[in-house]
């Protein structure tokens, strides 16, 4: 006679509650666990996920999301409120949450900015008074300069070998006619 093993024959399986119990709990295990989001993406076909789909993707476009609620993203509420929170968050209700205003700058890189932009500036107003101040010294020496020579008084130059020499009157007229165009030019 040949023994008949239960577990081997197909036909012979009985199923009992216990194991019916077993097999529904493990089925609503294994779907609980699969992807909880369902979206259309970018280019037109659903997504599945356990996360959230991207923030480019609109609502509409969102099919079934976690908690059996369709169309609209979820809104995440904190377990415990934050100081200053609507009461209707403490309560466990959602609030509305009002998205932040997104001007496009950022508070800090606009504060660097401008930061920059007055250092820049005062470097340059610095280097402007530094040139005037210059000009103006230059101008006042180039004048008792012209003076000296108009004086009619013995001036004297060194040459190349370090020798005084003294002006003449075409020397003396060659320097006053080179110090007022300096003076034309740079005196205003």
Not at 157 to 174: C, I, V
């Amino acid at each position: 006679m040949q023994e008949r093993n239960q577990y081997t024959d197909p036909m012979e399986l009985k199923i009992t509650p216990k194991h019916l119990v077993l097999l529904i709990a493990g089925w609503t295990f294994a779907l609980s666990a699969a992807a909880q989001w369902q979206w259309i993406g970018k280019d037109g076909r659903k997504v599945f996920s356990d996360r959230p789909p991207p923030s480019d993707i609109q609502d509409k476009d969102i099919l079934k999301q976690p908690g059996g609620r369709r169309g609209a993203k979820a809104s995440v509420t904190a377990t415990e409120p934050a100081e200053g929170a609507p009461l209707a968050a403490v309560a466990g209700t959602p609030a509305k949450a009002t998205p932040p205003k997104i001007s496009g700058k950022d508070a800090e890189l606009q504060a660097k900015k401008k930061k920059l932009e007055e250092e820049e500036a005062a470097k340059k107003k610095t280097e402007e008074e530094k040139v005037a101040k210059a000009r103006a010294d230059s101008c006042e020496r180039v004048k008792k300069g012209l003076a000296s020579v108009n004086s009619g008084d013995r001036l004297s130059t060194l040459n190349a070998k370090g020798e005084r020499e003294f002006m003449d009157d075409s020397g003396r007229a060659a320097e006053s006619k080179r110090l007022q165009a300096i003076m034309d030019s740079d005196c205003k």
